[in-house]
């Protein structure tokens, strides 16, 4: 039986359905929900709130094939990939879960019933692990395998943690020996692909406490992984994860592009190590990119540039100077686009976004690549093995190389990096960028009495409160409760009045100090404490804020779904006469993508969607379907959901919207731009910001209309002024054409090509020469406009009779493809063939000869 990894990765999931287990689909490689995850890495991190106690599930077992991606933390292998035949960066983890169901017994029976009754690997090349004190699962391991075939390990290798503190437990591994005599037991967690662990089978059976020590779980559970790869591996008969069926239709593509042969029989070869690094990033680059990540500068988008830049480094290794790696996207699509067909649904954007990244990189590339040669010479004559931070930072600033790019280069000079001398460059760069982006507000400084003050808002459901004086100093004034907005997340804050005592103040701006919202005034206030006031917004801006910030949401969820899932939020602007929105993208976006996004927002506008806000917990919001909640790590544990149809826009916002999305009016996109790397920039007005928008183009319109008058009139002025110089300059040439007349049968021919723009500048200098010439003279000008010959001819007064112009000239024009006609003294003709113009003047007196022969004869 033919053991291809699709039917791998089906088969195990069918053994654990029909054992009761709950089929779930992979979560995305990128952990919204998850601040503390750059990457998914395991499969259990979906499942990662039952296992604190902090959530449940609708079943009690499950089954699945999870995307993973190792690159960072404990779990990193980005270094090692390539060197070897079985690290990756990206991987799938085949897993079952038993959620306080069942325990080691069935656990440890599920996994030996696969491998060696439904797999059939031989029972004689297994080998258990198991945690040194436990003693259950080494019990339960002897109804399978002899005493010499189940291992002891201590924490390091046989103990699950979560974190400092929390769920834990023993951890049971299964691994398969590849020796050809079976002699495997001693290399056991020896590193050696020559016995491989299969699969890891945990026990959280414990919680640790803050001071270390453990109790026991009321609930215990199982976590299982094994990764695809390498039992694919194993079950295909192949030593290396990248001669599975994975792997070999990426390799050949590789092989295909590049000309040159996989060499499997030298792990070292330094060809082989390039294809394997190529074939394994491209998997983890279109992965992350296909479930909404993007290469950047920060974060999860800064590891993929890195693994990228990475990749681009070993193709150039095997002659690549152009972008490839998108090259390979089709074939990863053919191998894995079933089971995950967000693979295929995003293709051409994965393709667009590794292609930019690829050419942005080799641009620079070269040019870095040569600096470091020069320093590598000067270190070695030194007598040195270090790299200077300096000058890594310079290839990471100006080259754009990440650091771990720099020391790979440099280890295979056997040369080391200043990493200490990077990092103190690299902090006092962000330093510089902190101060460049600090954004200075209006210091208000309060006595401590009035900061430990609370304001209550009430802007989300009135415009005018009634309210408390409850602190005044100069114009800084505090209430009670209030309805103005304090800006936060991209809205801006409310202006208005208050009325205290019977005056009138402007407020002009609000801020929040502690727990209480300073109302900034635009005149000193008068400090009557415990005063009545009246706190009005202004209806008419705060209305235009919240059409603009009510179409931000939909504006963000367009995006997505016509650019693609990459799109995320990087800022925002609601003010009250437009907004603006940053977001990662890798290119402009078209003229039609803007008509499709702008589209879709305003079809949401007609269907006039109920706005509806639920508070709710932070954990609860996250698994609401198609919530946006990117910046995660500054919500509390109580957060505000606004909805505008679940399936359409959810999204966690403290801002204040409409009532339904029909209160927008109408939605325009205004501008897109670029406004970093990586990241665009569209501006859009919405409901009377579209009218004063359509009047600025109106009048804009109107000036440009007056503009391109004046422009024409101009033009007209001055292409008069241009024919008349061309004119009098080829005026000045009539000697020259007189004196190199040919004469024929005592008739002077003068054939010249001239530079003049019209036919009337041509008739005109026409007649001049044949004043010029007076008698027994004809002369042909020809000038070439847009590929077409005009021309003229005039005759001398005495043979205009035997040689009429405008039969003259019709003759003449034939030779061209054209013809012609008009006075006996003057006629105009035209042409399709400029190019026989020369062969023509210079046959003009035989070709008048002949027509004055004909002439006689007639």
């Known amino acids: 039986m033919e ?26 490689v990128i952990p919204h929900g998850d601040p503390t995850l750059l990457f998914t890495n395991a499969g259990m991190n979906q499942f990662k709130d039952v296992f604190l106690g902090q959530g449940k599930r609708d079943y009690t077992r499950a089954a699945d094939t999870q995307k993973c991606i190792r690159v960072s933390g404990k779990h990193n292998d980005l270094e090692e990939v390539g060197y070897d035949t079985y690290h990756h960066t990206f991987f799938e983890m085949l897993g079952n879960w038993s959620f306080g169901d069942y325990y080691k017994a069935e656990a440890i029976a599920y996994a030996w019933e696969l491998l060696t009754q439904v797999w059939r690997l031989p029972p004689e090349r297994l080998h258990a692990t198991v945690f040194r004190t436990d003693d259950e699962a080494y019990e339960l391991w002897r109804r399978y395998l002899p005493a010499e075939r189940i291992h002891r390990f201590d924490e390091k290798d046989n103990f699950w943690e979560m974190g400092d503190t929390g769920p834990c437990g023993p951890c049971t591994e ?101 294809m394997r690094v190529m074939a394994d990033h491209i998997r983890a680059l279109s992965f992350a990119i296909a479930d909404g990540a993007l290469p950047g500068n920060t974060g999860r988008g800064y590891v993929l540039r890195r693994i990228l830049r990475r990749a681009e480094r070993f193709a150039r290794t095997l002659g690549f100077q152009e972008p490839v790696l998108w090259r390979l996207v089709s074939e990863l699509v053919s191998i894995m686009g079933d089971p995950f067909p967000e693979l295929r649904q995003h293709q051409r954007t994965i393709e667009q976004v590794i292609e930019a990244e690829e050419a942005a990189f080799l641009r620079t590339l070269d040019r870095g690549l040569q600096l470091f040669e020069e320093v590598v010479r000067q ?38 990096v200043d990493t200490e001398g990077f990092q103190r460059l690299m902090e006092e760069q962000r330093q510089r960028s902190r101060q460049a982006q600090r954004v200075h507000h209006v210091e208000v400084h309060l006595a401590p009495t009035a900061q430990q ?17 409850l602190y005044v100093e100069d114009n800084h004034v505090v209430l009670e409760r209030t309805p103005f907005y304090v800006e936060a997340g991209g809205q801006v804050s409310d202006t208005g009045r208050l009325v205290v005592g019977g005056d009138t103040y402007a407020v002009e701006d609000v801020c929040r100090v502690g727990e209480a919202i300073v109302h900034v005034c635009a005149s000193e206030v008068e400090p009557l404490l415990g005063e009545a006031a009246l706190a009005q917004v202004d209806r008419r801006r705060r209305w235009a804020i919240m059409r603009n910030h ?156 007056r503009y391109a008058e004046q422009l024409s009139e101009q033009l007209q002025r001055l292409q008069r002024e241009l024919e008349r110089m061309q004119l009098e300059r080829e005026r000045a040439r009539i000697p020259e054409f007189v004196a190199r007349a040919r004469s024929t049968n005592g008739i002077r021919i003068v054939a010249e090509r001239v530079a003049l723009e019209s036919m009337e500048q041509l008739k005109a200098l026409a ?73 023509l003047f210079q046959r003009l007196p035989e070709l008048i000869a002949s027509f004055g022969a004909e002439a006689v004869q007639a």
């Open 453 to 469: 003050l609370h304001t209550e808002f009430t802007g989300y459901e009135e415009l005018e409160t009634e309210s408390t004086v």
């Open 550 to 705: 009510s179409a931000t949401h939909l504006l963000h969820e367009a995006l997505r779904r016509v650019l693609g899932p990459h799109v995320q939020q990087a800022g925002s602007l609601v003010a009250p006469d437009y907004l603006r929105f940053d977001f990662s993208h890798f290119g402009k976006v078209e003229p039609a993508q803007l008509r499709d996004i702008e589209a879709l927002v305003n079809e949401k506008i007609r269907e006039a969607i109920p706005v509806e806000t639920r508070i709710m917990p932070l954990e609860q919001a996250r698994k609401l379907p198609n919530v946006k909640m990117f910046f995660a790590d500054k919500y509390g544990d109580i957060v505000r959901v606004v909805i505008m149809d679940e399936r359409f826009s959810v999204e966690l916002c403290g801002g204040t919207h409409v009532q339904d999305t029909g209160q927008i009016g109408m939605f325009v996109l205004t501008a897109e731009d670029a406004v970093a790397a990586g990241v665009r920039r569209v501006e859009a007005v919405t409901g009377e910001g579209v009218e004063q928008y359509v009047e600025q183009l109106r009048q804009r319109i109107e000036e440009q209309q």
């Open 174 to 274: 299964i691994h398969y020996d590849r020796t050809p005599d079976l002699s495997g037991s001693r290399l056991v967690n020896a590193g050696t692909p020559l016995v491989t662990e299969v699969w890891n089978l945990v026990f959280i059976q414990y919680n640790r406490r803050a001071d270390g020590s453990l109790e026991e779980l009321p609930v215990k559970h199982v976590d299982t992984g094994m990764g695809l790869e390498r039992i694919c591996a194993i079950l295909q008969g192949v030593d290396s994860n990248y001669d599975t069926d994975l792997f070999v239709p990426l390799i050949r593509r590789i092989e295909e592009l590049s000309g040159r042969r996989y060499p499997r029989e030298d792990v070292r070869h330094p060809d082989g190590i390039a």
């Open 3 to 28: 053991w291809t990894s699709h039917r791998v990765r089906q088969s195990f999931l069918d053994f654990f359905a029909e054992r009761g287990h709950r089929i779930v689909p992979s979560a995305p």
């Open 379 to 416: 270190v070695q004559q030194q007598g040195e093995r270090v790299i200077p931070g300096e000058v890594a930072f310079q290839l990471y600033d100006t080259y754009g190389f990440p650091l771990d790019l720099t020391q790979l280069l440099a280890r295979e000079r056997e040369l080391t």
């Open 767 to 839: 007649d001049q020469v044949r004043a010029a010439l007076g008698n027994k003279g004809i002369a042909v000008l020809a000038t070439v406009s847009e590929g077409k010959v005009h021309l003229v001819c005039v005759v001398t007064p005495d043979l205009t009779e035997r040689y009429p112009a405008g039969r003259l000239v019709a003759r003449i024009a034939q030779e061209l493809g054209g013809g012609g006609g008009g006075r006996p003294h003057l006629a105009t003709a035209g042409g399709r063939h400029p190019e026989r113009l020369p062969e």
